[in-house]
């Protein structure tokens, strides 16, 4: 008999989730200009590498398919609220201000945002234990 340790893909999972909030903070960091450079090029790197673990493990019990639910409805809801009420909101205001010469809204952020609020229903949902 031996005595080898299996890693379930649940765990796999639930640790990329952790190292991705951790990279996800180091994205946020970097575009505020606090982090640059060997530093920035690292949150993204163990960024997409957590992405794709979490990806791979999706479907592993029925926990992390509700924690991932909760995930990617945040996300489509952070991009739907980007790419059509930001704009929307930005016209109305330059429209009342008469401030309407170009384009302030920085829809650079959509990704970002998208992934933000991602790991925090993930993980908002994670710590509450129900879904």
């Given at each position: 008999?031996?005595?080898?340790?299996?890693?379930?893909?649940?765990?796999?999972?639930?640790?990329?989730?952790?190292?991705?909030?951790?990279?996800?903070?180091?994205?946020w960091?970097?575009?505020?200009?606090?982090?640059?450079?060997?530093?920035?090029?690292?949150?993204?790197?163990?960024?997409?590498?957590?992405?794709?673990a979490?990806?791979?493990?999706?479907?592993?019990?029925?926990?992390?398919?509700?924690?991932?639910?909760?995930?990617?409805?945040?996300?489509?809801?952070?991009?739907?609220?980007?790419?059509?009420?930001?704009?929307?909101?930005?016209?109305?205001?330059?429209?009342?201000?008469?401030?309407?010469?170009?384009?302030?809204?920085?829809?650079?952020?959509?990704?970002?945002?998208?992934?933000?609020?991602?790991?925090?229903?993930?993980?908002?949902?994670?710590?509450?234990?129900?879904?």
């Amino acid at each position: 008999m031996s005595n080898k340790t299996t890693i379930s893909r649940t765990s796999i999972h639930l640790a990329a989730a952790i190292v991705g909030c951790i990279t996800l903070v180091g994205t946020w960091l970097a575009k505020l200009d606090v982090i640059g450079g060997a530093g920035a090029t690292t949150m993204g790197i163990l960024f997409v590498v957590s992405a794709v673990a979490m990806f791979v493990t999706r479907n592993a019990d029925e926990y992390v398919v509700a924690l991932w639910r909760a995930g990617a409805n945040a996300a489509f809801l952070a991009l739907l609220a980007t790419y059509i009420f930001a704009p929307f909101a930005e016209g109305f205001y330059d429209g009342l201000s008469g401030g309407e010469s170009h384009m302030d809204t920085p829809i650079d952020l959509a990704p970002t945002l998208a992934f933000s609020a991602f790991f925090l229903a993930h993980s908002w949902a994670r710590l509450r234990g129900t879904f």
